[in-house]
């Protein structure tokens, strides 16, 4: 290794050792810019989560209404209002056990590994749930307790994440060969 380096140019030692230092100050800057925006983004999705979650329950706008054949429901028209927004899958099941309502395409959270009481990720997507006493049949006075499940898929915040990674590493990568062009460069013109 060192009979290379004896080998080599002073232009291009030097050009090597720029090269190499702004490589190591690039990919630290990178690795801290990137860990931060993918935090934020990720923090972001989440909040934004949380905040239609709130909305959703804020004024017990999910009456639960009990069927002729005595099972309870929710209009789907009502769970579509919050979830088509956001290209969100709400699922409400009854506390004790039971599915009250849901909408179309949501996936069983409890087949993919989640317990009805938690939030999490599973199966691409981030569930939201939230123990709640729900109107009976418009009523306020009396209801039924039930868990709410409101999930996002990820996807596209992690494809997010990645694009914002693939331009740091663009960015390092360009940035690395700039310095070394600007070395051999200038010591070009300082030679002559």
């Not at 990178?30 to 239609?52: C, K, L, P, W, Y």
Request: hydrophobic letters at 45%.
């Amino acid at each position: 290794m060192t009979s290379l380096l004896h080998s080599m140019t002073l232009r291009w030692r030097l050009a090597l050792l720029s090269g190499g230092l702004t490589f190591l100050v690039l990919c630290v800057f990178a690795v801290v810019i990137g860990q931060t925006t993918a935090s934020r983004i990720r923090s972001d999705f989440r909040n934004e989560m949380s905040q239609a979650v709130d909305k959703l329950l804020s004024r017990k706008q999910l009456p639960v209404y009990y069927n002729d054949d005595g099972r309870a429901t929710i209009p789907k028209s009502t769970l579509g209002t919050y979830a088509a927004a956001n290209q969100a899958v709400i699922r409400v099941l009854l506390q004790q056990g039971g599915q009250v309502a849901t909408t179309d395409g949501a996936p069983d959270f409890g087949k993919l590994g989640l317990r009805p009481d938690q939030s999490g990720q599973v199966g691409g997507y981030r569930v939201l749930t939230r123990r709640v006493t729900l109107g009976l049949n418009g009523s306020s006075a009396v209801g039924v307790s039930v868990y709410v499940q409101y999930a996002r898929k990820t996807a596209s915040t992690e494809a997010s994440v990645h694009q914002v990674r693939l331009f740091l590493l663009f960015g390092v990568l360009l940035g690395t060969t700039l310095a070394l062009g600007a070395v051999v460069f200038s010591h070009r013109f300082s030679v002559s």
